[in-house]
């Protein structure tokens, strides 16, 4: 039977008819997400992304929370500042809304090479599927067809480094994608697990940054820290995820280096995918509202939780 290859290809239904991959669903996906771009677009200029709606989620989240007294005083600094900014009559536009980018991997070169474009001002070709693509840890082989894609492109271009990754293999990256040393241009993602990252982490920034190359440090503590739970759902604890945000923070300060960013894979929904956090999520608890087809996500608690406590981090740097 094929693998499920994801929604783009073929079904998750295990038939060999919902299996055999559908060209036809590349445009249903191209439609999809073209819609749903164009729904974020109007909330974002609607006033649903103003700073002080989502202070109120943000209060909603303490108030209903198990963990919310935890961040009520962050909560109620963030409220001060807001509310002396109104009553000073300050009232940015930058407070209303937002500048919305998207981002994808770079996996179905098919989909991807369809809707490259040549623009009209620079004639430099950009793949206009997102604003920012990137390369997983298992398809950025050198001499691969996805890098090579990547390298012919001028959008920012991010790879995933899991924790066998060398700096040699860093630097040879940097010399395919971004030869010109042009800063945004190359973002490395680091997937190294928990227990990895404070291992592995110094030695990648630090040949790096010795190299005089300006790229983007940003960590994914989602991958590296998946297992599956004895009921044979693949699931990931809230406490490593946070360990290794924590790990990326630390080597980052401790070499005087910048840490760009966290790519995490949440929902808003109250999905029971992952396991801990506030609401003590357990591993009986998994099959009660486990929805995803593929990995595990943080729920709309567990996000909130980790935003806070990454404000912490940062508030602590």
């Known amino acids: 039977m094929p693998a499920y290859r994801g929604d783009a290809v073929n079904d998750l239904e295990f038939t060999l008819e919902s299996r055999t991959p559908d060209p036809d669903r590349l445009v249903r996906v191209y439609n999809t997400s073209s819609a749903t771009l164009n729904l974020v677009r109007a909330f974002t200029q609607g006033g649903f992304a103003d700073l002080r709606q989502v202070h109120e989620w943000n209060k909603g989240f303490i108030r209903d929370s198990s963990v919310g007294e935890r961040y009520e005083a962050m909560a109620q600094e963030i409220g001060r500042a807001l ?14 809304t937002v ?60 790879v995933k480094l899991g924790p066998k990754s060398t700096v040699e293999d860093a630097l040879t990256l940097i010399d395919r994608l971004d030869p010109d040393r042009e800063p945004g241009r190359l973002t490395f993602i680091t997937r190294m697990g928990a227990g990895k990252i404070r291992e592995v982490l110094p030695a990648l920034v630090d040949g790096v940054t010795k190299s005089g190359a300006k ?10 820290n998946t297992y599956e739970a004895p009921s044979g759902y693949k699931t990931r604890k809230f406490d490593d995820v946070l360990d290794e945000v924590k790990g990326f923070f630390e080597v980052h300060k401790s070499l005087g280096t910048h840490p760009g960013g966290i790519h995490i894979e949440l929902t808003g929904d109250d999905v029971t995918e992952c396991v801990g956090g506030g609401e003590q999520i357990s591993h009986e608890d998994l099959a009660s509202r486990y929805e995803s087809a593929c990995d595990p996500r943080l729920n709309h608690s567990q996000s909130l939780e980790l935003a806070f406590l990454v404000a912490e981090m940062l508030r602590d740097r």
């Open 83 to 96: 509310a002396f900014m109104t009553s000073a009559g300050v009232s940015p536009e930058e407070f209303k």
């Open 99 to 158: 500048d919305f980018y998207s981002s994808h991997e770079a996996l179905i070169l098919e989909y991807e090479k369809a809707l490259t474009r040549i623009d009209s001002r620079t004639d430099l070709p950009y793949d206009v599927s997102a604003h920012f693509l990137w390369i997983g840890e298992r398809t950025r082989q050198l001499d691969g067809a996805h890098i090579d894609f990547a390298s012919k492109i001028r959008n920012p271009i991010g």
């Open 215 to 224: 790229v983007l440090w940003v960590c994914d503590p989602m991958h590296g």
